[in-house]
Nanobody, 124 residues
Framework: QVQLIESGGGLVQAGGSLRLSCAAS????????MGWFRQAPGKEREFVAG????????YYADSVKGRFTISIDNAKSTAYLQMNSLKPEDTAVYYC?????????????????WGQGTQVTVSS
């Protein structure tokens, strides 16, 4: 069974950094589009960042541009989300997800596979 395994969440002070990892259980994900989403309590799940694994095209939500960076390590079949200058409003459960095509990359409903989520808490 295909799995996306996330790690790297935690508690950090405002202005700090965290790096999230998303390890894919199969190398076939190297041809997929990978996305990071987040969901805060009482809010809808929202798109954060995405990357086309094979060509490295990157997409970001306006709220994280200039602070977050998405990247991939093909050899490890792992995607990363480097989060810098964190703000309390970044507090949420972060999920990685995968889909075959980049179309509709910001819509969570378009993704086929999801990780279990990892909590990120930013204190003020």
């Amino acid at each position: 069974q295909v799995q996306l395994i996330e790690s790297g969440g935690g508690l950090v002070q405002a202005g700090g950094s965290l790096r999230l990892s998303c390890a894919a259980s199969e190398r076939s994900f190297n041809s997929y589009f990978m996305g990071w989403f987040r969901q805060a309590p009482g809010k809808e799940r929202e798109f954060v960042a995405g990357i086309r694994w094979s060509v490295g095209s990157r997409y970001y939500a306006d709220s994280v541009k200039g602070r977050f960076t998405i990247s991939i390590d093909n050899a490890k079949s792992t995607a990363y989300l480097q989060m810098n200058s964190l703000k309390p409003e970044d507090t949420a459960v972060y999920y990685c997800a995968a889909k075959k095509y980049s179309i509709d990359y910001a819509r969570s409903e378009a993704y086929e596979f999801w990780g279990q989520g990892t909590q990120v808490t930013v204190s003020s």
